[in-house]
């Protein structure tokens, strides 16, 4: 927010708010919107850190000269404040990809929680600044310093173990309660087992008893017929023997009915425990069987139950983390930004002409407008940015087709604006380059100095000293190339190096000023369009080693360094430009197999489609493009 000359902070820069906001509500100080306003006794507003900043060296009021000091300086009326809390404002990450626009009053809110905060890894030997969001797939699946685990020598990360140890805990407290309630259960179908068997061996035991009792009745009959034959024989015999023998044979009867009877019953005797030995082991099996059968019926009831488990918790886990990847991944696609479009050029005939025209294009009526007070002195092979209000041409072929280092602005808030010198220009004479705005300064990468190609990456200051530095020279020399800006690494794609057009992508560290390759593109292309979604590029139309215009889009993910191809354009398109407002892509002009277009199509990255927009008024190839809120 601040620039870095400064020791305090300052007010909200212009180019945050979605409106023009009023000179009247800027700091004298630091000439930024007011944050915190105080004022003196004759109304005169500044920054609260400002001004007690400057009262540190000074006793007087900056614009009226009055004495003032901290204790006489009272809060600015309700009413200002009340406008500037009320203002919408980009989040304080804009710059690293944050889209959320919010009021001031709820920006400090915002700011704290948001997903595009820069954070440091936490890995040892890493001091990469991340995104909040993008923290813990940098340190788990990115970082060159991220614990692995070691496959030779079986040391595994901490982290891993913690897991297994609470996965650990979590299951020995599932595997107690599944105990308990099975114990429970099993105690329960025992007990009902248990009352059953035993009314089975009542009945069992009933039964052989009336058995039993039947077989001696029918024993105890069976005898006395005996018996009463016997007694008839005797009284037969009666007349022929004597009384001693008549006693001496029935002694000799009974007794012999006794031994029978006796052993009888203890063959019964026996025959009824061996059956009874025999049910007690049939049933002992049968319980054994029974245990066994509910022993395993229990195991894969609890092996389900904890497969469950693991299952709701694998599942929870992968919820929560698309819950918390859909929450950090932005979902408007509502284009709500107008589109300002500048130079190029077209053929006249066999004549190429430069575009000296600007165009808008309105998202709320969908139409083109000339802006007839903006005639521009016509530019191609050129590039844009947005700074303070201000749409800022760079570089490029001139009218009279010759390369410029210099920077023309117009302010797009004011329709009838023209275009003026800005107060800087780019270190070399160049086109056919890339330039990305960030924090008040604009990064310079290749393009076409005289007949060569560029290996250069400048820093240019857009603030005062409006000092310029070159930061690094590539590996290889490039231009008509593509280049975005993520997590303060420049990532430069693609483009012709002098002698053949080419698919590698570097990467260069800008807080470890270090250039390192990434995984190339599916295919070699230049004279591409590129805008940034995310953490992705996307590289639109082209021209391919072959000089044939191409149609395809591919998205390039610079994290991971995969490519992932895009539904193709309705048009082949080589030098057109391209911008991104919310979730979708706008894509205007270039130039195809046989001539210049007009012609201008969208694709809406969430719904995955292309579709017509009306056609600019003038053919383009070569131009260049911003996107300023109509808020």
Known sequence: MACSKYDYQLGYEDNRFEIVVSQRFHCPICFLVLKDPVMCKNEHYYCSSCMKKHLENSSFCPTCLEHLSVDTLRPAPRIVNDYISELNIHCDFYSRGCPEIVQVENLKRHVASCGFSPMQCSNDGCNVLVNASDKLHHETEVCDFRKLICHDCGQVKNEVKEMKDQIKNEMKGMKGEIK????????????????????????????????????????????????????????????????????????????????????????????????????????????????????????????????????????????????????????????????????????????????????????????????????FEGRSYTCSFLHQGQMIVAGGYDSRGKRTNTMKCLNVADLEATWKDFAVNLPVKCSSHKVIYHNDRVFLSGGRITERCSHAVYEVQLVPPYASTILTRLPQPRSHHGMEMFDQKLFIIGGFDGEKIRANVLQYDLIKNECKRMPPLPYAVDEMATVLWRNNVLLIGGEDKDDNALSKVVMYDVITGRSQMLPCMKHKRRGCTAVLTGNVVVVMGGRNENQNLKSVECFDLERQVWQDLPDMLKPRAYSTAVVKSNH
Do not use: P, Y
């Not at 009284?235 to 009915?257: L, P, R």
């Not at 886990?317 to 819950?323: I, K």
């Open 180 to 375: 308990n309630e099975m114990k429970g259960v099993i105690e329960n179908e025992m007990r009902g087992m248990k009352s059953e068997i035993k009314n089975e061996m009542e009945i069992m035991k009933e039964g052989l008893k009336n058995e039993i009792k039947d077989e001696m009745k029918g024993m105890k009959e069976g005898m006395k017929e005996m018996i009463d034959q016997v007694f008839v024989h005797q009284d037969q015999m009666q007349d022929k023997i004597s009384k001693e023998v008549k006693e001496e044979v029935k002694n000799q009867m009974k007794n012999e009915m006794k031994g029978m009877i006796e052993n009888e019953m203890k063959g019964m005797k026996e025959e009824m425990k061996n059956e009874m030995k025999g049910m007690k082991e049939e049933m002992k099996n049968e319980m054994k069987g029974m245990k066994e059968e509910m022993k395993g019926e229990m195991k894969e009831i609890v092996m389900n139950a904890v497969r469950d488990a693991m299952a709701g918790i694998k599942g929870l886990e992968v919820e929560m983390n698309n819950s918390n990847q859909s929450s950090q991944a932005t979902c408007s696609s509502d284009a709500r930004e107008n589109i300002f479009l500048v130079g190029g050029c077209h053929n006249e005939g066999r004549r190429e002409v430069k575009n000296k025209s600007t165009e808008c294009f309105n998202w709320a009526d969908q139409t083109w407008t000339l802006l007839d007070s903006a005639v």
